[in-house]
């Protein structure tokens, strides 16, 4: 597997981090609303938060509304996901793969999100429909109590890129300095012992904020900064994080 992955005009797993801009609105008008100002603000791609769209269970408004985001997204890419872990939002397992399945087939957002939780089998089976049709696959898993031991990530991280995840993602929740260090290691050690693509990985509210903006270092491929709201405890401005992250870019050669 190739150690960057290339997504329209974007290169994942080289230079700098990313940045993705969650978008939460729960109308088209909101979410057309968030795109913009992502775009605005230099957003490398959006992740559509289809979990806040109120009409996500219509396939059809929620594919027309992708195509209107292809458009204004121009060649920068889309994520598309629907997140469960840490949210009031639930679906039916068949539902859940149909939506993903049918924004596939749509083809108008190339990466798509995959909660590891679903079962071996589903994100297996997934991992193989979207590739046979050109869209990658990001395996995620997100704990909202606590922080797994070094090798536990990792071992999740494998597990994921073996099921086919092209970019395997793990996000922890720290409960002291020590835990973030874990999250840190962990990433690290992927990162150099298994390199065979990008990760993302991420500790958690204020006191994971260091892992936001060090991915270069430790090997995180990708990291989230808010425009009008956040998506989970601890993301950063998109102003502030872009800022930092070409600070710690650019002082390397100093």
Known sequence: ?????????????????????????????????????????????????????????????????????????????????????????????????????????AGDVDLLDIELFMGDEVCQDFCGYAHGKGKAVIISSHDFEKTPNEQEIVGRLCKMRTLGADVPKVAVMPKNAGDVLTLLSATNQYANAHADGPLITMSMKWLGGISRISGEIFGSALTFGSTMRVSAPGQLAIEDLKYILNVLHHSENQ
């Open 1 to 105: 597997m190739e150690k960057t992955l290339k997504i329209r005009d974007m290169e994942l797993g080289t230079g700098m981090p990313k940045v993705c801009v969650p978008i939460t609105g729960k109308d088209k008008a909101g979410i057309l609303q968030e795109t913009e100002l992502a775009l605005q603000a230099g957003a490398d791609l959006i992740e559509w938060r289809a979990d806040y769209y109120v009409d996500v269970d219509d396939v059809q408004k929620t594919a027309g509304l992708g195509r209107e985001l292809r458009k204004k997204m121009g060649n920068k890419p889309i994520l598309f996901t629907y997140r469960t872990e840490g949210t009031n939002h639930s679906i039916e397992l068949e539902k859940y793969i149909r939506l993903n399945q049918s924004m596939v087939d």
